[in-house]
Nanobody, 116 residues
Framework: HVQLVESGGGSVQPGGSLRLACEVS????????VGWFRQATGKEREWIAS????????FAADSVKGRFTISRDNAKNTVSLQMSNLKPEDTARYYC??????????WGQGTQVTVS
């Protein structure tokens, strides 16, 4: 059974920072692709960052480059998203997703981030 659980969301002021974590169970993240997505109320889901097997190559959307950093801890089977210089437009529910490819077949329940 594959399960992803996000944590670390909350409310922050503009310019603040948050660190989100995605704990993955069911398969090792060093053999998979893991991504972070977000969805604001009334808007479509947006991809923001991914990390890929086996070398840990990372990619980020232009909207968050220089502010958000994705990383993984293989020993803890956890992927994190460090967010800095947060802006009101970053307000959304953030989701972690994983799979053996970019199909991202497994999803977490999400964690809310509010910047105001």
């Amino acid at each position: 059974h594959v399960q992803l659980v996000e944590s670390g969301g909350g409310s922050v002021q503009p310019g603040g920072s948050l660190r989100l974590a995605c704990e993955v169970s069911g398969f090792p993240i060093d053999k998979s692709c893991v991504g972070w997505f977000r969805q604001a109320t009334g808007k479509e889901r947006e991809w923001i960052a991914s990390i890929y097997r086996p070398g840990g190559n990372t990619f980020a959307a232009d909207s968050v480059k220089g502010r958000f950093t994705i990383s993984r801890d293989n020993a803890k089977n956890t992927v994190s998203l460090q967010m800095s210089n947060l802006k009101p437009e970053d307000t959304a529910r953030y989701y972690c997703a994983a799979g053996v490819s970019t199909n991202f077949g497994y999803w977490g329940q999400g964690t809310q981030v509010t910047v105001s």
